[in-house]
C-alpha cells in the first residue's frame, strides 16, 4: 500500500489501483474542513471586533488589518501549493502547516487571556499597539496567515485526488467533491459564526479568549481526523520537478531565442519521444495561442537539449496553459473585494443595529449564518437534482461549465454590494432621524444572502476549474489560484478603502473622508458600496469576454471555443494516420515486451507541403 502511494495513483493502470480513494477518504478530509473553518471563518467575520474594542484600532485600521491578514493568508496558499508539488506530498504538507495554524491560534489565546499582552486606550491614533505587545501579536498573526495558507494550497487537491478523472464514474465523484467539500466547509462556519462568535463577543467583548480557545481545540482535532484517514488516502508522491523552475526555464529561453525565427512546422519543435522520457505525465500537444513561447522548443544548431537552453513542447504548453488561465483569475478579484467588506464594514454595522430576535441578543458578527444556511440547504439541492438534471443535457460531468457557474457568481456579486449600498441608506437615516430605534440587524441579511450564493458558484467553480485545467505537477499550485484571487480581493480592498479616503477628503466640504473615524453615521459607506457595485458589474463584462476565449485543456468542447490536445488509444489512432503504419509493427513488439498499452498524442500541424 505504501509503495503504490509513493507512485501516484495516476501512473497505475485502472486493474492496479487499490481500493482507496473515493468519498470513504475525503470524509476526513471533510471532517477536518469543518472543524478548522469553525474557527477561521469566525475569525475572519469577528476579528474587526476584536480590533476594535480589545486592541483599540480606529474603523479604517480594523478593517484595512483584518483584509491584509486574509489578504496574506490566501496569498500564502501558493507557498502550500508549491511544496506539495516539489518536496512533500499534499499530506505532509497540510500537517506541516497545519502544526503552524494550532500554534498560531495558542498564542492568540493566551494574548486574549493576558492583560499585560493587551495595549491600553492612547486616544486618537490609529493603532494602541506597541513594543513588544505589537510584535507579539503581529507574529502570532503571520503564523496564521502561513499556516492556514499553507493548508489551503495542498488541502482541496488531497481531496480531488482521490478520484481518478479518467474513469467516468470518479469523474462524477470528482465534481460531487468540490460541492461537498463547500457544504463541509460551509457546516463548520455556521457553527463558528454562532457559537463561537457569541462566546467570544459575550460580557462585553471581554471573552475573547475562550473564543480563540475553542478555535484552537477544534482544529487540532481536525488535523486529528487528517492523520486518522492517512491509510485511506491515494497519496501522490511529488515530482520533484520544481514547477516554478520549469516555468522560469521556458521565460528564459524563449527570451533567449527571441531572435530565431519561427519553424515551418510544429513538427521540428522539440519534444521527448514517451518511450524515451523518464516522466510518466501524459504530453501534451503543440497549440497555436502566445506563439512567442513556442521559441523556447526551438533547439539551436549543434548544441545538445538541455533545461536551460532548450525546452520540450509540454513544458512550453503548460507555461500555456497556466497563461490562459490568468485573466480568469485576474477576473475573480473584484467578487473577493466586495466579499471583504461583508466582513469588515457590514459587521461594523451591524453592530450600530438592532441586535434582539425576541429576548436573545444576536452579535452581529453572526449574521453570515443567514446565507451559510441557505448554501447548506442549496449544495445537496444543486448536486442531487440541478448537476443530474443539467447533465443530460450538456454531457458534462459537473453539469455546466466551471466558468459558466462563476459567471453567476460574479453577476450575484454586483447585486448584493446594490443592495448593501441601499440597505445602508436606510440604517443610516433611521439612525440620523431616532438613534434610540435603529433598524433591525436582520436588514444585513439581503446583502450576505445574495453573496453567499455567489461564494457557493463561484469558489467551486474556481477550484475545479484550476484543478482539471492544471497541467500534471502542477495541481497544487494552480488550485491555489482560487486562493490567490481571493488575497488580490482582500488587498485590493485596502487600497481602494485608503484610496477612497484620501482622494475623497480633498473634494469633500467637511475635509473628511468617505470612511474617515470610527462613527458610520457621518461617514458615506453607501457611496462606497454603489462604486464596488459599478465596478463589479464592469468586471462582469470583462470576465465574459476572457471565459469565451479560453480554450479547456481537455479539448471535449466544454466551452465550445476550440480543442486542444487529447490522448488518444494509439490501436484507434493506427489506421486513420497512415504514416504511422510503418512503425506499427515496431511499437506493437516493443509494447508486448512492456506488457502496456501506450499513447500518442495527437495535434494539428500546419504542415509546409
Same mark, same amino acid.
Given at each position: 500500500?505504501?509503495?503504490?502511494?509513493?507512485?501516484?495513483?495516476?501512473?497505475?493502470?485502472?486493474?492496479?489501483?487499490?481500493?482507496?480513494?473515493?468519498?470513504?477518504?475525503?470524509?476526513?478530509?471533510?471532517?477536518?474542513?469543518?472543524?478548522?473553518?469553525?474557527?477561521?471563518?469566525?475569525?475572519?467575520?469577528?476579528?474587526?471586533?476584536?480590533?476594535?474594542?480589545?486592541?483599540?484600532?480606529?474603523?479604517?485600521?480594523?478593517?484595512?488589518?483584518?483584509?491584509?491578514?486574509?489578504?496574506?493568508?490566501?496569498?500564502?496558499?501558493?507557498?502550500?501549493?508549491?511544496?506539495?508539488?516539489?518536496?512533500?506530498?499534499?499530506?505532509?504538507?497540510?500537517?506541516?502547516?497545519?502544526?503552524?495554524?494550532?500554534?498560531?491560534?495558542?498564542?492568540?489565546?493566551?494574548?486574549?487571556?493576558?492583560?499585560?499582552?493587551?495595549?491600553?486606550?492612547?486616544?486618537? &491614533?490609529?493603532?494602541?499597539?506597541?513594543? %513588544?505587545? $505589537?510584535? @507579539? /501579536?503581529?507574529?502570532? +498573526?503571520?503564523?496564521?496567515?502561513? !499556516?492556514?495558507?499553507?493548508?489551503?494550497?495542498?488541502?482541496?487537491?488531497?481531496?480531488?485526488?482521490?478520484?481518478?478523472? &479518467?474513469?467516468?464514474?470518479?469523474?462524477? %465523484?470528482? $465534481?460531487? @467533491? /468540490?460541492?461537498?467539500? +463547500?457544504?463541509?466547509?460551509?457546516? !463548520?462556519?455556521?457553527?463558528?459564526?454562532?457559537?463561537?462568535?457569541?462566546?467570544?463577543?459575550?460580557?462585553?467583548?471581554?471573552?475573547?479568549?475562550?473564543?480563540?480557545?475553542?478555535? $484552537?481545540?477544534?482544529?487540532?482535532?481536525?488535523?486529528?481526523?487528517?492523520?486518522? !484517514?492517512?491509510?485511506?488516502?491515494?497519496?501522490?508522491?511529488?515530482?520533484?520537478?520544481?514547477?516554478?523552475?520549469?516555468?522560469?526555464?521556458?521565460?528564459?529561453?524563449?527570451?533567449?531565442?527571441?531572435?530565431?525565427?519561427?519553424?515551418?512546422?510544429?513538427?521540428?519543435?522539440?519534444?521527448?519521444?514517451?518511450?524515451?522520457?523518464?516522466?510518466?505525465?501524459?504530453?501534451?500537444?503543440?497549440?497555436?495561442?502566445?506563439?512567442?513561447?513556442?521559441?523556447?522548443?526551438?533547439?539551436?544548431?549543434?548544441?545538445?537539449?538541455?533545461?536551460?537552453?532548450?525546452?520540450?513542447?509540454?513544458?512550453?504548453?503548460?507555461?500555456?496553459?497556466?497563461?490562459?488561465?490568468?485573466?480568469?483569475?485576474?477576473?475573480?478579484?473584484?467578487?473577493?473585494?466586495?466579499?471583504?467588506?461583508?466582513?469588515?464594514?457590514?459587521?461594523?454595522?451591524?453592530?450600530?443595529?438592532?441586535?434582539?430576535?425576541?429576548?436573545?441578543?444576536?452579535?452581529?458578527?453572526?449574521?453570515?449564518?443567514?446565507?451559510?444556511?441557505?448554501?447548506?440547504?442549496?449544495?445537496?439541492?444543486?448536486?442531487?437534482?440541478?448537476?443530474?438534471?443539467?447533465?443530460?443535457?450538456?454531457?458534462?460531468?459537473?453539469?455546466?461549465?466551471?466558468?459558466?457557474?462563476?459567471?453567476?457568481?460574479?453577476?450575484?456579486?454586483?447585486?448584493?454590494?446594490?443592495?448593501?449600498?441601499?440597505?445602508?441608506?436606510?440604517?443610516?437615516?433611521?439612525?440620523?432621524?431616532?438613534?434610540?430605534?435603529?433598524?433591525?440587524?436582520?436588514?444585513?441579511?439581503?446583502?450576505?444572502?445574495?453573496?453567499?450564493?455567489?461564494?457557493?458558484?463561484?469558489?467551486?467553480?474556481?477550484?475545479?476549474?484550476?484543478?482539471?485545467?492544471?497541467?500534471?505537477?502542477?495541481?497544487?499550485?494552480?488550485?491555489?489560484?482560487?486562493?490567490?484571487?481571493?488575497?488580490?480581493?482582500?488587498?485590493?480592498?485596502?487600497?481602494?478603502?485608503?484610496?477612497?479616503?484620501?482622494?475623497?477628503?480633498?473634494?469633500?466640504?467637511?475635509?473628511?473622508?468617505?470612511?474617515?473615524?470610527?462613527?458610520?453615521?457621518?461617514?458615506?459607506?453607501?457611496?462606497?458600496?454603489?462604486?464596488?457595485?459599478?465596478?463589479?458589474?464592469?468586471?462582469?463584462?470583462?470576465?465574459?469576454?476572457?471565459?469565451?476565449?479560453?480554450?479547456?485543456?481537455?479539448?471535449?468542447?466544454?466551452?465550445?471555443?476550440?480543442?486542444?490536445?487529447?490522448?488518444?488509444?494509439?490501436?484507434?489512432?493506427?489506421?486513420?494516420?497512415?504514416?504511422?503504419?510503418?512503425?506499427?509493427?515496431?511499437?506493437?513488439?516493443?509494447?508486448?515486451?512492456?506488457?502496456?498499452?501506450?499513447?500518442?498524442?495527437?495535434?494539428?500541424?500546419?504542415?509546409?507541403?
Amino acid at each position: 500500500m505504501g509503495e503504490d502511494a509513493e507512485q501516484g495513483y495516476d501512473n497505475l493502470s485502472p486493474s492496479r489501483i487499490k481500493p482507496r480513494g473515493g468519498f470513504a477518504a475525503t470524509s476526513f478530509i471533510y471532517a477536518l474542513v469543518a472543524l478548522e473553518n469553525m474557527g477561521f471563518v469566525a475569525n475572519m467575520v469577528s476579528l474587526v471586533l476584536y480590533f476594535s474594542y480589545k486592541l483599540y484600532f480606529d474603523l479604517s485600521t480594523s478593517a484595512n488589518t483584518l483584509t491584509n491578514l486574509m489578504g496574506s493568508t490566501y496569498l500564502l496558499s501558493i507557498v502550500g501549493g508549491f511544496i506539495s508539488d516539489t518536496y512533500f506530498n499534499r499530506f505532509q504538507t497540510c500537517v506541516i502547516f497545519g502544526t503552524l495554524e494550532v500554534l498560531a491560534l495558542a498564542m492568540m489565546t493566551i494574548q486574549a487571556r493576558t492583560d499585560s499582552l493587551l495595549p491600553k486606550t492612547c486616544g486618537g &491614533k490609529s493603532s494602541c499597539l506597541e513594543g %513588544g505587545v $505589537a510584535v @507579539y /501579536f503581529y507574529t502570532s +498573526l503571520c503564523l496564521m496567515a502561513l !499556516g492556514v495558507g499553507g493548508v489551503k494550497g495542498a488541502l482541496a487537491p488531497l481531496g480531488a485526488d482521490q478520484f481518478d478523472p &479518467k474513469d467516468p464514474k470518479e469523474a462524477k %465523484g470528482l $465534481a460531487s @467533491y /468540490f460541492n461537498w467539500l +463547500l457544504l463541509s466547509s460551509v457546516v !463548520g462556519s455556521s457553527i463558528g459564526v454562532t457559537v463561537i462568535v457569541w462566546v467570544s463577543t459575550n460580557k462585553n467583548n471581554h471573552n475573547w479568549w475562550k473564543g480563540f480557545l475553542i478555535t $484552537a481545540v477544534a482544529t487540532f482535532v481536525g488535523y486529528v481526523f487528517l492523520v486518522v !484517514g492517512k491509510p485511506f488516502y491515494r497519496l501522490q508522491a511529488p515530482k520533484g520537478d520544481s514547477p516554478l523552475s520549469r516555468i522560469a526555464q521556458v521565460i528564459v529561453v524563449a527570451v533567449k531565442n527571441s531572435g530565431l525565427p519561427h519553424p515551418e512546422s510544429c513538427s521540428e519543435l522539440y519534444e521527448i519521444n514517451e518511450k524515451d522520457s523518464d516522466s510518466t505525465g501524459p504530453k501534451i500537444a503543440h497549440t497555436e495561442q502566445f506563439r512567442w513561447l513556442d521559441k523556447a522548443a526551438i533547439v539551436q544548431p549543434n548544441t545538445d537539449p538541455s533545461p536551460w537552453k532548450s525546452c520540450t513542447v509540454t513544458q512550453v504548453e503548460e507555461v500555456k496553459i497556466l497563461t490562459r488561465m490568468m485573466p480568469i483569475l485576474a477576473s475573480t478579484i473584484i467578487l473577493n473585494t466586495c466579499m471583504a467588506q461583508l466582513q469588515t464594514f457590514s459587521v461594523q454595522q451591524g453592530y450600530r443595529m438592532e441586535p434582539h430576535l425576541g429576548s436573545f441578543q444576536v452579535p452581529a458578527a453572526s449574521i453570515p449564518v443567514i446565507p451559510l444556511l441557505f448554501i447548506i440547504i442549496l449544495v445537496p439541492i444543486y448536486d442531487r437534482v440541478f448537476v443530474p438534471f443539467i447533465r443530460k443535457f450538456t454531457k458534462n460531468p459537473s453539469g455546466i461549465t466551471q466558468l459558466q457557474r462563476v459567471g453567476v457568481g460574479l453577476v450575484l456579486s454586483t447585486l448584493s454590494m446594490s443592495v448593501a449600498a441601499i440597505v445602508e441608506v436606510k440604517r443610516k437615516n433611521r439612525s440620523l432621524e431616532n438613534p434610540a430605534e435603529p433598524i433591525s440587524l436582520f436588514w444585513l441579511a439581503f446583502q450576505y444572502g445574495i453573496f453567499g450564493i455567489a461564494d457557493m458558484f463561484t469558489l467551486v467553480g474556481l477550484l475545479e476549474f484550476f484543478y482539471k485545467e492544471a497541467p500534471e505537477g502542477m495541481k497544487s499550485l494552480s488550485t491555489s489560484f482560487a486562493w490567490i484571487s481571493q488575497s488580490f480581493g482582500y488587498f485590493l480592498s485596502s487600497v481602494f478603502v485608503d484610496t477612497i479616503n484620501s482622494v475623497t477628503k480633498r473634494v469633500a466640504p467637511s475635509g473628511k473622508g468617505w470612511l474617515h473615524g470610527q462613527d458610520l453615521d457621518r461617514n458615506n459607506l453607501n457611496l462606497f458600496y454603489w462604486f464596488l457595485a459599478v465596478l463589479s458589474g464592469l468586471n462582469f463584462f470583462n470576465y465574459l469576454y476572457w471565459a469565451t476565449w479560453y480554450k479547456y485543456k481537455s479539448g471535449d468542447g466544454e466551452n465550445g471555443v476550440g480543442k486542444a490536445a487529447v490522448a488518444v488509444p494509439e490501436a484507434e489512432m493506427i489506421g486513420s494516420l497512415p504514416f504511422l503504419k510503418a512503425a506499427a509493427a515496431e511499437e506493437e513488439v516493443s509494447k508486448a515486451a512492456n506488457g502496456g498499452g501506450g499513447y500518442v498524442v495527437v495535434e494539428e500541424c500546419n504542415r509546409k507541403e
